[in-house]
């Protein structure tokens, strides 16, 4: 009886392909881990658009345009009023002294009353977060500010109240997040900063000039409130006062737990900032 032939053949390519195959998957898995970080990166120092903290150059240009409109304002009333017919003038000195006027006016009026929040305040916070190894500042603010600033002499009592749900990053989902799960705005709609004793400025600032005092007030956030002491400025225009402070929170002092997610990582610390621009109530 013969011995019948061999039909078994051996694939002496499997381990190559095997081999092949996993470095085709380890090559993936690089390429799309350099993808993920490069989009975080670029997302990171391209496309979040935080702004820088808020600081006395803040103050000086949000008082600029109350100044400018009231003095426009007044420049146009007065050039529709009747001019006696033996009067010529030039109009660059026409202008010039209507301009004068309104400053004068509001300087004799003096500072003392009560002054409103204008559109050109800015309320928020600032908070350091890593996102996917990449550090980032996230900053959320609103404009949109109620309350009042009461002068007496050189010393002063301020109250501002934001609604939480006005207070916008440069992320919708960010946002999201600070609205719901964060803030809870649905059960805590506002945010409060009001001093609890007059900050006393020891004089009253020329018009450009900045003071520095110390306030001390309460900080209310998330429904809990925390007393907090800290460092303001104050500046005047011809029709406007701005107010410039920042104050530093723990967020477990508020009630508030570390926001952190599997995909960002937050410090436990922030700051509360604020430039609140007022004028004549």
Do not use: C, H
Request: proline letters at 5%; a negative charge; zero cysteines.
């Amino acid at each position: 009886m013969s011995n019948s032939p061999d039909n078994t053949t051996t694939d002496t390519n499997t381990p190559t392909r095997t081999s092949t195959w996993i470095k085709r998957g380890v090559i993936g898995a690089v390429v799309l881990v350099a993808l993920v970080y490069g989009a975080i990166f670029f997302y990171a120092n391209v496309l979040n658009d935080s702004p820088d903290a808020l600081d006395t150059d803040d103050l000086s240009e949000a008082l600029e345009p109350v100044a400018d409109t009231a003095i426009d304002e007044a420049v146009t009333d007065t050039s529709e009023a009747p001019q006696p017919a033996d009067t010529v003038a030039a109009p660059e000195t026409a202008t010039e002294t209507v301009a004068e006027t309104a400053v004068a006016t509001e300087t004799v009026d003096g500072f003392d009353g009560v002054w409103t929040p204008t559109a050109a305040s800015e309320f928020g916070y600032r908070v350091d977060e890593v996102l996917g190894g990449v550090n980032v500042t996230a900053v959320g603010r609103s404009s949109e500010i109620d309350g009042s600033l009461t002068i007496d002499g050189t010393t002063a009592t301020v109250d501002a109240t934001v609604q939480v749900e006005n207070i916008v990053s440069d992320d919708s989902r960010r946002d999201g997040q600070f609205r719901g799960r964060i803030m809870d705005v649905a059960n805590f709609p506002t945010a409060n900063f009001r001093t609890i004793e007059p900050i006393d400025f020891g004089t009253i600032p020329d018009d450009g000039e900045q003071v520095t005092a110390t306030a001390v007030g309460e900080l209310t956030l998330k429904g809990v409130t925390q007393t907090v002491t800290l460092e303001v400025t104050a500046q005047s225009s011809a029709t406007g006062i701005g107010v410039l402070g920042n104050i530093p929170i723990t967020f477990t002092d508020y009630g508030i737990e570390n926001p952190s997610n599997p995909g960002v990582s937050l410090e436990d610390e922030g700051v509360v900032e604020f430039v609140l621009v007022f004028e004549r109530g």
